[in-house]
Each structure stands twice: as C-alpha cells, then as structure tokens.
C-alpha cells in the first residue's frame, strides 16, 4: 500500500511507501529512501502532500475541505523531511542521478554543507538551437596573415607567471622561527597542486632559454603536456578535502570557530569531483595559444604536404577536455577541418602510452605502485606537529588531526585553482608551505619516479613511441603499454613536424624518469625527517597543472648532426649524462645519439618483469633509478 504525493511538473515522481520510505522515480535510475514523514489527514481514502506552490488551485484536489494553513503545514515540513533525507542518502551513496543542488537550497546551511551547482541545466526551457546558429553567412573580407614562431625569431623568450585569475592571501601566519623570504611564491608551493610556470633559467643547470640558440633553427616540436587544474577526488571517499568537510559538517551543530577559523562558521564545500576547473579550462587555452605563438610556423610542413596534425589524448573527462581547449587556443573556433584529435580510452584492459599505469598489474599494489603515500604521512607528523595545536586551540567541539591539518592545506590549492581564492590559505607559515609542497615530493618520488620500482617500466612506452617518430620507423614489437592497434599510418602517423599528446602528472614523471634525465634525481632517495636544500626532484616545477614537456629539434649551421633538447616548463634540462651526448651550453645532444640512448634504456627495460613479476621489495630498499630490485 502506498500514498502518492503529487509534485510540480519538474520534480520527479515521489511515492511514499508504508514501509516508512519513499520511492524516486527518476529517467536515470529509481532510489528507495528512509524518510520520517509528519502525520498527514488522510482526506477522500488518500493522504496528499503537496510541494509545489501551496495558493496554486491546480494543486488541490477538488474534494479537499481542510484549512490552507493545515495544507500549507504539512507541505513545508514534508517536503523538507523528503529533501532531508534525500540528501543524506545522496552524500552516503553518491548517488549522481540526484541533482544535489536542487536540495542544498532548501536545507540550513552549516559548516561544511556541500554547496554544487549544475550547470548546464538539462533541459533549459528556452533552448532554440535553430533560432541561435552559429554561423549566418556575410563574415566579411578575410585572409590569414603569416604563422607565429617567437621560439625561433624573438631575441628574448615570453615568460609565464601561472598566476592570471587567481588571488593570493593577503596575509599569512607569522611564523616565529623563519622570517618570510622575498622570493616565496604560495602559489609555487603546492607541489603537483601548482599552477605551471616558467622555470627560472639555468635553474636545472643549463644556462640557457628556450628559444632557438642563434645558430639554429627549429625543425619540429613533440609536445606532452598535464591536464589543467582540476577539483579533488570524489566528496564521497571520506578522506582529503571532501572527508574534512563531511567530518566537520557532521559535527557542525557542537563546533565553535573562533579567530582564523571564525570563517569556517559560514563555510561550504563547493568543490566538485576530479573535472576541470574553469581556471584549468584557461590554462590549456593559453597553453595552446603560448605554443601557436611560439611554434605556429610548422604548421606549414603541414600545408605544403597536405595533411593534418593528429594530436592524442584520453577519454577521461578532465584529459579530453584539457586537449579540446589546448587546441581552441591553438587553432582557434572552429576546430573542424584543422586537425584530428585521438582519444585513446583510459581504462583496465587497454594499452595506453599516456595512462600505462592501467596496464600494469604491480602499480595496483601498493607497496610497489604509489608507495609513496607512508613517505608522505612520516613527513605530514613532523612539519605539522606544532601546526595542529596551534590551530586546535581556535576550533571547540572539533578534535583536529594531521590528516584534518593537511586537508586543509589541499583545500587552499584546490579552492584558489577553482574558486579563485581561498581563506585556508591564511592559516600557514611560510615554513609550513615548504613542508606541504616536499610532501608532495616524496610521494611522487617514491610513488611514480625515480624512487619508485614501478616508475620507468610503466615510462618506457611513451620512450619506443618517441624514438619511433624520431626515427620516423614503427615499433616492431609491443612488450609495453603501446598499443599495436592504434600504431598504423592514420593514428600514429610517422614523419611530422608537430605532435601534441595530453596525459598526467604521473605519466610525465615516468616518462622523465624512463628517460634517464637522471639530473633531477641527483640528490638520491629524499629524507623524510627534514627538507634537504637545493634539492633537484620537485613536482611544482616537474608535474603541476598543465605542464608541458617540450622535445625541441633543431637544424645548427654550428652542428653536423641534427640536434635535440628537452625542454621542461621552459627551464632546459642537461642531457650529458646520457651516453654519447656532450657536455652543451645550450643543452643540446645530436638526435641519433639520443636516439641511441634511448634504444639502450628500452632495451634495460622490462615491461613484463616490473609489471607482471612477483617481486618483493627489501626492507630498507631504495632505487633512484625507478626500477625494481632484481
């Protein structure tokens, strides 16, 4: 037995049943939820609540005799009961055929309440595409001038700063022990978190820019870059700045902030899940138009051959998005007929270059694959020790963990790329920066680099498909994460003078660890007991938001071989200690050479052995190779 609650036409179908639940009825998916539901008169054999506009005669049954105040009643508190419950349900299950917003209104707000908004709306009711077409004809005289190339022509290099839409604290707590320096930059000490940026130049040890040295002159460019800045993991899983927020909002009721937490009174969440952020959304646009800018006049090889650049990436949201905009700055709307872009899927069962981890069985354990997490906690106890109490003793009714700590340190990064700015930020010492940004070192050192087993197997095929275009030759044989389907004339064309592939930080940090650019692992396994200094391995310079890694070729009247260099978020990265390139002021090796090199480190590897091997790792074990014990 049921009674059935009539709604306006918006909403969906909601049956209250006996049982003490009610029923949603939805086009994606049908939920059942425990709800308390006030006591409603049963009036003509049939108990109604209403929760559309009370005054509306449309929303009474002819037959109805009770008073409108009654009426009126009864629809407010059911209609807040069922929205009550309906958003417990949804932040325990995750329901995502809810739309969380449509009751976040309706509720009290505390501290922690998730605030989402979605948008597009799903079916605007305003939308006439046929009345709004894209294009009406009479776009006037045009014609394309001569392409860009300040890489090659500009005597000085355009620098990126990483900063434009974002607000930095205006103050930070004062940390007695350490005076803050001139040169700290908040927005450079996020680790991975960071916004990508020019690298100061000679700071990887070559003194010299990027442009094209004098002699030479710039023949191709291979490109990988990172996503853009994107929203944390699921609200959900009850750990980073998600769990913080739902630990906080649960015991909201007991909570008193005072001082630097007093804004945590009126706090919501509003982070989404893992997609970009419309700060990430930017920095792939002007990726684009910075590498048009600097590297537009290869497109010419294109013209003169009659062929289209084939750029690659993956089919997660956030990754195809990232290529979709990095090619609007790049080309410019429309994007049709101007190149064609590869999506390889990113998932369990498909090879894939730029997300090997997916293939590779050890990297899903974790004492092998992202065993960097214990590294990161061991360092999380020391640098936040005093942070806590410090903290604590503004927060009543809430006890504060390291974790908790941490979170909001996440929460800082995380709200400025896609909120703009962020309180959280206000509550460190410059002290306390330098330790969140070396936590995340550790991780990505131990979990994906060169202090991980894992890091240069799961590297290595991005390396045989960059010697491939190099050598304009196909790979004969696919014993790594290649993908032998996608590996034909049309996907991976060989011969270009341009190729553009998107993936992860991850991936850029396996690939520069397969390479063997072993400068940046000069410092040997990282301590997790103090910051060394003038370390080498940092991930706010190696893998932040939208970094891109830079394969220069080059044609020198000063050399006799062709020439190659390895650019990495503008900073040039020495390559001597690969054997048979030398020492260059401009950090330059011939191609073959390199190329040789390279063949060397593919051949040393093992995809099946580092992937697919039960090895253990020794106590005490350590590699600054990114390779398992043998």
Same mark, same amino acid.
């Given at each position: 037995? $049921? ?13 209250f049943l006996?049982?003490?639940h ?5 086009? /994606? ?17 049939? $108990?109604?609540?209403y929760?559309?506009?009370p005054?509306? +005669? ?33 932040? $325990?299950?995750?329901? $995502? ?26 079916e ?29 022509? #500009?005597?000085a ?11 930095? +604290? ?5 940390d ?11 927005f450079?000490?996020?680790g991975? %978190? ?6 100061? /130049? ?15 002159n ?9 996503h853009?800045?994107r929203?944390p @993991? ?10 913080? #927020?739902?630990?906080?909002?649960? !015991?909201?009721?007991?909570?008193t ?5 007093s ?16 700060f990430?959304r ?26 289209? +650049? ?17 090619a ?18 990113? @998932? ?5 270059? %730029? ?5 590779c069985?050890? !990297? ?6 992202y ?12 640098? %936040? ?21 941490? @979170? ?24 306390e ?6 936590s ?8 994906v ?22 050598? =304009? ?17 049309v ?30 692992a ?16 940092r ?10 890694? =830079?394969?220069? %070729? ?7 071989d +062709? ?5 990495? !978020? ?24 390199f190329?040789?090199?390279?063949k060397?480190?593919?051949r ?17 074990w350590?590699?600054?190779t990114?390779?398992?014990p043998?």
């Amino acid at each position: 037995m $049921s009674d059935v609650v009539s709604y306006p036409p918006s909403w969906r179908k909601i049956t209250f049943l006996m049982t003490g639940h009610i029923q949603v009825q939805d086009s /994606r998916c049908d939920l059942t939820l425990p709800v308390f539901i006030p006591e409603v008169k049963r009036m003509g054999g049939q $108990s109604r609540v209403y929760l559309g506009d009370p005054t509306s +005669p449309s929303s009474y049954p002819s037959s109805a005799r009770r008073s409108l105040f009654l009426r009126v009643g009864a629809a407010f508190f059911a209609g807040f009961f069922v929205c009550l419950a309906v958003v417990a349900q949804y932040a $325990s299950s995750n329901q $995502s055929c809810l739309p969380f917003s449509l009751f976040t209104a309706l509720l009290p707000t505390h501290a922690g309440t998730p605030e989402w908004h979605q948008y597009p709306p799903a079916e605007p009711t305003n939308a006439f595409p046929s009345m709004f077409p894209s294009s009406v004809g009479y776009p006037g005289p045009t014609h394309a001038g001569a392409e860009p190339g300040v890489a090659a022509t #500009a005597p000085a290099y355009p620098l990126h700063s990483g900063l434009v839409h974002l607000v930095s +604290p205006t103050r930070f707590s004062q940390d007695n022990t350490k005076a803050r320096t001139k040169d700290f930059d908040i927005f450079r000490s996020w680790g991975s %978190l960071s916004p990508w940026y020019s690298i100061q /130049r000679g700071k990887f040890g070559i003194d010299s820019g990027p442009g094209a040295p004098d002699t030479c002159n710039i023949t191709g460019v291979h490109l990988l870059h990172r996503h853009g800045a994107r929203y944390p @993991a699921d609200y959900s899983r009850g750990t980073g700045p998600g769990g913080f #927020a739902s630990k906080l909002n649960m !015991n909201a009721e007991n909570v008193t902030a005072t001082g630097p937490l007093s804004f945590l009174d009126d706090w919501t969440y509003k982070l989404g899940n893992e997609g970009l952020t419309p700060f990430g959304r930017s920095q792939l646009f002007d990726l684009g138009v910075s590498m048009r800018m600097r590297y537009g006049f290869l497109l010419k090889n294109f013209s003169e051959t009659n062929t289209l +650049p084939v750029f690659r990436t993956e089919s997660q949201t956030r990754m195809l998005n990232s290529a979709q905009n990095f090619a609007l700055g790049f080309f410019g709307y429309p994007l049709e007929g101007q190149y064609q872009q590869q999506i390889m899927i990113e @998932a369990k069962g498909f090879n894939n270059t %730029l997300a090997s981890y997916r293939s590779c069985a050890n !990297n899903d354990i974790p004492s092998r694959g992202y065993r960097g997490q214990p590294y990161a906690d061991a360092w999380k106890a020391v640098y %936040l020790k005093d942070t806590v109490p410090r903290l604590q003793q503004y927060l009543d009714g809430f006890e504060l963990e390291v974790e908790d700590v941490y @979170a909001m340190q996440e929460l800082c990064a995380f709200e400025s790329v896609a909120l703009g700015y962020s309180k959280f930020c206000e509550l460190f010492t410059q002290k306390e920066w330098e330790g969140f940004d070396y936590s995340y070192d550790l991780n990505l050192w131990y979990g994906v680099a060169w202090g991980s087993p894992v890091g240069r197997g799961e590297g290595i095929g991005y390396v045989q498909e960059l010697v491939a275009r190099l050598t =304009q030759t196909p790979i004969e044989t696919h014993n790594s994460s290649t993908n032998a389907t996608l590996h034909n004339a049309v996907t991976f064309p060989l011969g270009h003078s341009l190729y553009v592939d998107a993936t992860h930080e991850v991936v850029v940090l396996n690939v520069l660890t397969a390479l063997n650019l072993s400068s940046f692992a000069a410092m040997g396994p990282l301590p997790t007991d103090h910051i060394p200094e003038q370390r080498t391995f940092r991930t706010a310079e190696l893998a932040p938001f939208a970094t891109n890694v =830079q394969f220069q %070729l080059l044609s020198c009247s000063t050399e006799h071989d +062709p020439q190659i260099r390895v650019i990495v !978020n503008d900073g040039v990265v020495p390559l001597t200690n690969l054997k048979g390139c030398q020492d260059h002021p401009d950090g330059m090796c011939s191609i073959h050479a390199f190329v040789d090199a390279q063949k060397e480190n593919i051949r040393s590897t093992d995809w099946n052995f580092v992937c697919n091997t039960d090895w253990t790792i020794p106590d005490g074990w350590e590699t600054t190779t990114g390779y398992p014990p043998l």
